[in-house]
């Protein structure tokens, strides 16, 4: 016997705010039978096939201390440095640079409630 997890949540100060932007960086999407809006206390995204998705819930308290899990992700398509760009675009924050003259490492970001998470490098830098 085993558990399944159903989706992963985020204590947010705006839900909503939290889930447009996390919608761009991982091109998730609202359920059409219930969409997310402004002043929603919990906001739901999911994956295109519906297998991964994440909650937002509004609670009173700003993040205090660094996270205890997070995300890492790499890019889909591109490179690393590419992606990098393009999240810091879309309001992200980087807090530490672990990338190596060799290529290899991370780059440690903030959404933008200070929810840490990484960028990686794409399956084709690693091959």
Known sequence: ????????SFDSLDAFAQSVFWKEV???HDDPRDPNYSGD???MIASDDGSQRLLFINVPDAKQVKNRVHL???PAEGTRDRELKRLLALGAR???D???PDGT???VLADPE???FCILRSDAERA
């Open 1 to 8: 016997m085993t558990a399944l997890i159903s989706h992963t």
């Open 26 to 28: 991982l091109g998730f």
């Open 41 to 43: 206390e919990e906001c």
């Open 72 to 74: 890492d992700l790499r």
């Open 94 to 96: 980087e807090v530490a």
């Open 98 to 100: 672990r990338r190596l």
């Open 105 to 107: 490492g991370w780059v």
């Open 114 to 116: 200070g929810n840490e």
